[in-house]
């Protein structure tokens, strides 16, 4: 059986490349059917890095069963039957108090991040749309006009999982790539405008890997845009206090935060507008649907961990 690969091997900048997922398939995993057949679950290690590709997979399902109304997400459900995976344990912590909330934070930066693609396609309606360190997220399908192009991009082995739960669609391609290596960008058709997003992402590259990475997007895609979510250093701690423990990972931390949004002006000569909205009530204000400890957390995270969503407008 392959190495697994330690979480650290995936977000330390040195050595990303040799990230490895290994998915285990036995003839015991064949249980799910498709018009009579018996398909195969994926099967998912406990206290690995496999988990983190379900978790806010997993979230999202919480907040479509949960709250209906406002999260629905019948992709999210599917692909989590699909799964190899006892949710019992999971299921108990996310789905009231605290975890609940931490559903849904997942669920409402999708919609945030959706918002902002919907925008910049009503002007750019042939776009490419492009998903930074995609794991198992099915935005771009949310946001598809029709005409647009999407591309996933994530570690290889990411992506080969992806192909096999989440097949590329008309006008849309899984691309395997190390965000650190520039030869993704020149798969990316930017002629008629590109929007990019990451949820989740950039909090676990160091900042400086952040800062060039930004800067030689902002170059290379002119006239585009980069959304993203972020939080302040109280708020980077906090993660790794809760979010990765909980999902039983120790070996990595949070490094990339903002104290303010105006601190990304001056990276980049190329982009021509820095802005940010409230991550919990910017786009779609749900204070008044959510139990009282959970508007109390809203309040928390507006006020002391400044849970933004960030929008980047690149000089054309």
Same mark, same amino acid.
């Given at each position: ?6 979480? =650290? ?16 398939? *036995? @003839? ?31 979230? +999202? ?6 709250? %209906? ?5 019948? !992709? ?16 108990? $912590?996310? !789905? ?9 934070? #997942? @669920? ?74 520039? +030869?993704?960008?020149? !798969?990316? %058709? ?15 590259? $160091?900042?400086?890997?952040? $800062? ?9 895609? %002119? ?6 979510? @972020? ?18 990972? *120790?070996?990595?931390? @949070? ?5 303010? #949004?105006?601190?990304?002006? =001056? ?6 507008? #820095?802005?940010?909205? *409230?991550?919990? +009530? ?8 959510? *139990? ?12 002391? #961990?400044?849970?933004?969503?960030? $929008? ?5």
């Amino acid at each position: 059986m392959p190495t697994k690969a330690k979480l =650290s091997d995936l977000f330390y900048d040195n050595n990303i490349k040799n990230f490895e997922i290994s998915f285990r398939i *036995s @003839a015991a995993d064949f249980v799910m059917f498709r018009d009579g057949v018996e398909m195969g679950k994926y099967h998912i290690e406990k206290n690995t890095v496999q988990e983190t590709l379900i978790i806010p997979l997993y979230g +999202r399902k919480v907040c479509s069963e949960r709250f %209906p109304d406002l999260f629905k997400d019948d !992709e999210a459900e599917r692909i989590c039957n699909m799964l190899d995976y006892d949710f019992a344990e999971k299921g108990n $912590r996310m !789905e009231a108090g605290v975890g609940l909330f931490g559903a849904i934070e #997942v @669920a409402q930066r999708q919609y945030d991040i959706a918002c902002e693609v919907k925008e910049y396609l009503n002007n750019h309606p042939n776009a490419a749309v492009i998903n930074l360190g995609c794991g198992l997220d099915d935005t771009f399908r949310k946001c598809d006009n029709g005409i647009c192009l999407g591309f996933n991009i994530d570690m290889p082995d990411v992506t080969d999982i992806r192909n096999e739960i989440l097949p590329a669609g008309e006008r849309e391609k899984n691309l395997g790539y190390n965000l650190n290596d520039d +030869r993704w960008m020149d !798969e990316i %058709p930017s002629d008629n405008g590109a929007v990019f997003y990451a949820t989740g992402v950039f909090y676990y590259f $160091r900042t400086e890997t952040v $800062r060039t990475l930004f800067s030689k997007m902002a170059k290379h895609f %002119p006239g585009a845009i980069l959304v993203f979510d @972020a939080c302040n250093g109280r708020g980077a701690k906090m993660m790794t206090k809760t979010w990765l423990k909980e999902a039983g990972i *120790s070996d990595v931390q @949070a490094y990339f935060s903002l104290e303010d #949004v105006t601190e990304l002006d =001056s990276w980049s000569d190329n982009f021509a507008k #820095v802005s940010s909205k *409230s991550y919990m +009530r910017g786009y779609r204000d749900i204070y008044n649907d959510v *139990s009282l400890q959970h508007k109390l957390m809203i309040n928390f995270c507006d006020k002391y #961990v400044n849970m933004i969503i960030v $929008r980047i407008e690149f000089k054309g």
